[in-house]
């Protein structure tokens, strides 16, 4: 069993997480990849992006109209693309409901007692 050593952690405040905001940074401090890999959501999206991808390249050879498989993936395009923003729009309005109910006076409780890693979810995963 391993113990935790308090001395042995960075000081992950709000002054860590303001100057490491980027994606890779994210990554590189959690273990996201490993999610990537080894999830069974992930290797479902592998098989059914596959199964897709043949289903349209025997479309693509088996229609002598370009044309009309054109029109095909245009109207398919533009169904994938609603449904992007459409999830984005989702996201950031869940984070706005998040970020809007921490006011300054939490801000600095949760930063004097170094619990923005905690809020993040790093703490579970950094330290094990």
């Given at each position: 069993?391993?113990?935790?050593?308090?001395?042995?952690?960075?000081?992950?405040?709000?002054?860590?997480f303001t100057k490491h905001?980027?994606?890779?940074?994210f990554?590189?401090?959690?273990?996201?990849r490993k999610d990537i890999y080894s999830s069974k959501e992930s290797a479902i999206s592998i098989v059914l992006d596959m199964i897709f991808l043949v289903i349209l390249i025997v479309a693509m050879l088996k229609t002598s109209?370009?044309?009309i498989l054109l029109n095909g993936i245009k109207d398919l395009l533009g169904l994938v693309v609603g449904g992007l923003f459409g999830m984005l729009g989702f996201i950031i309005g869940g984070l706005a409901l998040v970020v809007g109910?921490?006011?300054?006076k939490e801000v600095k409780v949760i930063?004097?007692?170094n619990g923005f890693s905690s809020l993040l979810g790093f703490d579970s995963i950094l330290w094990v």
């Open positions: 069993m391993m113990t935790e050593n308090n001395h042995d952690k960075p000081n992950l405040d709000l002054d860590y905001d980027r994606f890779f940074d990554f590189k401090n959690t273990d996201v109209d370009v044309a109910t921490l006011n300054v930063n004097e007692k």
